[in-house]
């Protein structure tokens, strides 16, 4: 089986959806983050700090912390898509006043309501990793 890496209209799609993203990210757009994850149980993320099984531990999440992500500067971003209805997009960042780099890994898949997030991973660096 051969699969189609990078198609334009779907790179394109990814890209503009992961700068959606991050801008909720960073403005603690708490409903625009849930709405780019997929609705379902099968949903994770790995935090730096927790472990989320399903969209109901992501919301809980999103919902009890106070001021949202801390602010941070992308440094580098790869988006790679598979075919026309999945993508990775993986990124380095550094929180703002801070020292240690951290890494976010994200698998969308394009849904009938969109692309979503189906899993997510944040870590940070041990300094001098």
Not at 33 to 41: E, G, V, Y
Not at 95 to 114: L, N
Not at 124 to 129: A, R
């Given at each position: ?84 209805d999945m993508g990775v997009c993986n990124l380095e960042f ?21 692309w979503r997030i189906v899993s997510a991973h944040v870590s ?6």
């Open positions: 089986m051969s699969v189609a890496i990078n198609l334009r209209d779907p790179l394109d799609e990814l890209t503009a959806v992961c700068d959606q993203y991050e801008t909720a990210l960073m403005e603690n757009d708490i409903d625009r983050l849930d709405a780019l994850f997929w609705n379902d149980s099968h949903t994770l993320r790995y935090g730096v700090g927790e472990n989320l099984y399903g969209i109901s531990e992501i919301r809980d999440f999103r919902k009890g912390r106070a001021g949202g992500s801390p602010q941070r500067d992308v440094i580098r971003r790869e988006i790679v898509t598979f075919g026309d550094k929180r703002q006043g801070g020292s240690r780099i951290g890494r976010q890994s994200q698998t969308w898949m394009k849904t009938a309501d969109g940070l660096m041990q300094d001098g990793s």
